[in-house]
């Protein structure tokens, strides 16, 4: 099977086709969803909050997103893998950034990293891509800032801040970079950037016109609890059945219903 390349992605979005996205922790997730034909698998630095029990995705560091990437990339035949560089791995310097960057792909085999902000880090995304390090950036909601914004707030619902997105997307594409996030803003702003850049946009919340579209999988499959932001439809409640099952078990075993004769050696 070929692997999705960032040309294809390009040309899907020149043809109009869209571009799925998914985020992936692990190898047997990963397995499903490349089956699937899912174009993208994203390694988020969301495992921190998603998997790892942490209250948002600060805490995350270089080595868990290497640990969680591994696996994520055996699985994966034909879907692109993409990282998240985790908060403080490209903020500090420019050199910082590209050895994280490189140590990243090295060391996991995925074939682009992403990373938060927009003009601010302009020059950042510029100097990965000038070594061949291919860049999808993130802006809007970017839950690295989650202490400047206050919360997990939509952006770009006023003039300025709906000014300041337009020049952050324009910024990024100018930089290099070979798609966009767009994260929580209204789906009238997701349009006109999509509308406005060459490269493809990939929305979470920010209406049906960007590209493509992508979910955190816990999120669509029912795996998150209570959490469900306005932008996430939950497929399925795998909660539910994972809860009915193990019950179940917990009740055949103690009743001794299980192991029944044909899971047992004769
Ligand atoms: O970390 C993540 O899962 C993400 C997606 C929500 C885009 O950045």
């Keep these: 099977m070929e692997k999705t390349t960032i040309l294809d992605l390009q040309r899907m979005k020149d043809e109009g086709q869209k571009i799925t996205m ?25 495992v921190g909050n998603v998997i790892l029990g ?12 290497i640990h969680h990437t591994k696996a994520v990339v055996k699985a994966s035949e034909s879907s692109l893998v993409v990282i998240d560089m985790p908060f403080m791995s490209y903020q500090i ?16 085999g995925v074939e682009a990293v992403k990373l938060e902000g927009g003009a601010g880090m302009e020059d950042t995304i510029r100097a990965i ?32 801040q709906r000014e300041k997105l337009l020049t952050d997307a324009l910024s990024v594409e100018r930089a290099g970079a070979f798609s966009v996030v767009l994260e929580a803003i209204p789906s009238k702003l997701g349009e006109e950037i999509t509308k406005r850049l060459k490269i493809p946009t990939i929305g979470i919340g920010a209406g049906v016109r960007c590209d493509g579209q992508v979910l ?10 209570e959490f469900r932001p306005k932008f996430v439809k939950k497929y399925v409640n795998l909660e539910e059945i994972i809860s009915k099952s193990v019950k179940e078990y917990i009740s055949e075993v103690r009743s001794e219903a299980f192991p029944g004769d044909e899971h047992s050696f004769h």
């Design 22 to 46: 998914l985020t992936a922790y692990d190898y047997p997730t990963a397995r499903i969803l490349d089956s699937c034909g899912v174009d993208i698998l994203l390694v988020g630095d969301s």
């Design 54 to 65: 942490e209250a948002n995705t600060l805490p995350v560091s270089v080595e868990a997103m």
């Design 93 to 108: 310097s420019i050199e910082d950034a590209k050895r994280n960057a490189g140590r990243m792909m090295k060391e996991t």
């Design 129 to 160: 891509t000038d070594i061949d390090i291919p860049v999808m950036a993130h802006i809007g909601l970017t839950p690295q800032s989650i202490h400047r914004m206050g919360g997990y707030r939509v952006q770009g619902k006023e003039d300025k």
């Design 216 to 225: 955190v999988i816990n999120d669509l499959l029912g795996l998150s609890g």
